[in-house]
T-cell receptor, first 116, second 114 residues
Framework: AQKVTQAQTEISVVEKEDVTLDCVYE???????LFWYKQPPSGELVFLIR??????QNEISGRYSWNFQKSTSSFNFTITASQVVDSAVYFC?????????????FGTGTQLKVEL | GAGVSQSPRYKVAKRGQDVALRCDPI?????LFWYQQALGQGPEFLTY????????KSGLPSDRFFAERPEGSVSTLKIQRTQQEDSAVYLC????????????FGDGTRLSIL
């Protein structure tokens, strides 16, 4: 069975600090996809990134960067120079093929609080 | 609209009542998913549609839960004889295809069973 572990329940930082959110996953599939979503207080899950298991290149998008390491089954997310607007719950998810589609297995999320 | 639309935003029902939750996916999206999110937890998969076909309902907690998407667009999640443990946020998501495309989520329906 697939599993995603986000060991950090809550992280508090001061604005402009860098912060890394950890994600460890388990799967028996050789081909799989990983995702990060942001859930602000409004509740809507916002897609941030998708990464497939064959692409281990790190990715950077503005202040966001992702470190995928297949050897340790980790897909960590770093926010550089955090801002108050980054405060949200962040979910890591693993995609599993099902009957023609793909269902997501989510971690329990990391609550990030960025304070002034 | 441009995004996934869910209604109602909030629903309060007495234990034993039936409820129906609606999801209007992004136009043209083939795949539609329902998830259940308990307080402080990540979303958990309930069921998946490809057009009007329900291809996976393995996550539905009991036979009191029923979902349909008769014309391949709008979907309804129905819960019969609601129980307190059904209280949660129900999220709907859609994607262009089923090939591991990013799923786009609605705001959810917060269901409270008294």
């Amino acid at each position: 069975a697939q599993k995603v572990t986000q060991a950090q329940t809550e992280i508090s930082v001061v604005e402009k600090e860098d912060v890394t959110l950890d994600c460890v996953y388990e799967t028996r599939d050789t081909t799989y996809y990983l995702f990060w979503y942001k859930q602000p207080p409004s509740g809507e899950l916002v897609f941030l990134i998708r990464r497939n298991s064959f692409d281990e290149q790190n990715e950077i998008s503005g202040r966001y960067s992702w470190n995928f390491q297949k050897s340790t089954s980790s897909f960590n997310f770093t926010i550089t120079a955090s801002q108050v607007v980054d405060s949200a719950v962040y979910f890591c998810a693993l995609s599993e093929y099902t009957g023609g589609g793909n269902k997501l297995t989510f971690g329990t999320g990391t609550q990030l609080k960025v304070e002034l | 609209g441009a995004g996934v639309s869910q209604s109602p935003r909030y629903k309060v029902a007495k234990r034993g009542q039936d409820v129906a939750l609606r999801c209007d996916p992004i136009s043209g999206h083939v795949s539609l998913f329902w998830y259940q999110q308990a307080l402080g937890q990540g979303p958990e998969f309930l069921t998946y549609f490809q057009n009007e076909a329900q291809l996976d309902k393995s996550g539905l907690p009991s036979d009191r839960f029923f979902a349909e998407r008769p014309e391949g667009s709008v979907s309804t999640l129905k819960i019969q004889r609601t129980q307190q443990e059904d209280s949660a946020v129900y999220l709907c998501a859609s994607s262009r295809t089923g090939d591991h495309q990013p799923q786009h989520f609605g705001d959810g329906t917060r269901l409270s069973i008294l």
